[in-house]
Nanobody, 124 residues
Framework: QVQLVESGGGLVQAGASLRLSCAAS????????MGWFRQALGKEREFVAA????????DYSDSVKGRFTISRDNAKNTVYLQMNSLKPEDTAVYYC?????????????????WGQGTQVTVSS
């Protein structure tokens, strides 16, 4: 089992950047597929980005493609989400998620473990 803890959220102006981190406990993190999802107030949780165990394979939602970058450092048991050119519509609670094997992709049901979330607020 792995525990996930997100950090790095905050309040920024439109056009700014933030980097979210998701620290994982456990010795098998390097085999985990990881993902980032977000949920805005009153809306359903939506996929943001995913990364495979090695970091070679990544996927992004169309709404963040070209602005956000997902990466991981298996030596530090951490996955990151670099968010550039932030927009007010990026405002949401951001969650990281993990699954022990295979590929998670954009389907939240494919992930077994979730963090508690970190708030990102982008003002116009």
């Amino acid at each position: 089992q792995v525990q996930l803890v997100e950090s790095g959220g905050g309040l920024v102006q439109a056009g700014a950047s933030l980097r979210l981190s998701c620290a994982a406990s456990g010795r098998t993190f390097s085999s985990y597929a990881m993902g980032w999802f977000r949920q805005a107030l009153g809306k359903e949780r939506e996929f943001v980005a995913a990364i495979g165990w090695s970091g070679v394979y990544t996927d992004y939602s169309d709404s963040v493609k070209g602005r956000f970058t997902i990466s991981r450092d298996n030596a530090k048991n951490t996955v990151y989400l670099q968010m550039n050119s932030l927009k007010p519509e990026d405002t949401a609670v951001y969650y990281c998620a993990g699954r022990p094997t295979g590929w998670g992709g954009s389907n939240a049901k494919m992930y077994d473990y979730w963090g508690q979330g970190t708030q990102v607020t982008v003002s116009s």
